[in-house]
Every structure is written in C-alpha cells, then in structure tokens.
C-alpha cells in the first residue's frame, strides 16, 4: 500500500479522576494493545506471549 494511503486510530480514554489509582495501571496497556493491531495488520500474524 502507498504511504500515502493509510488508517489513522485515536483512542480516547477518559474521565479519570487526577488521583484514580487505576490510570497508571491501564495508562500503558493502549499502547501495547495498538501495537499488536499493526503487527497483525502489518504481518497478518499475531502476538504469542512467551
């Protein structure tokens, strides 16, 4: 595919309080999970946990 034909993904997670406890947790999973999508999209192959 040319580069200039491409899918933009926004990913929009909010409403969290500033002192909720569990947006650390989750804050770095989205970036993980969007990265395995471009694998699979990418290679059409998926992640295997080790």
Wanted: aromatic share 8%.
């Amino acid at each position: 595919m040319p580069e200039t034909e491409a899918t933009k993904v926004t990913v929009t997670h909010d409403e969290w309080a500033k002192d909720d406890p569990t947006y650390a947790a989750c804050a770095d999973g989205w970036p993980r999970i969007l990265s395995r999508l471009k694998t699979l999209l990418e290679t059409g192959k998926t992640f295997k946990p080790h």
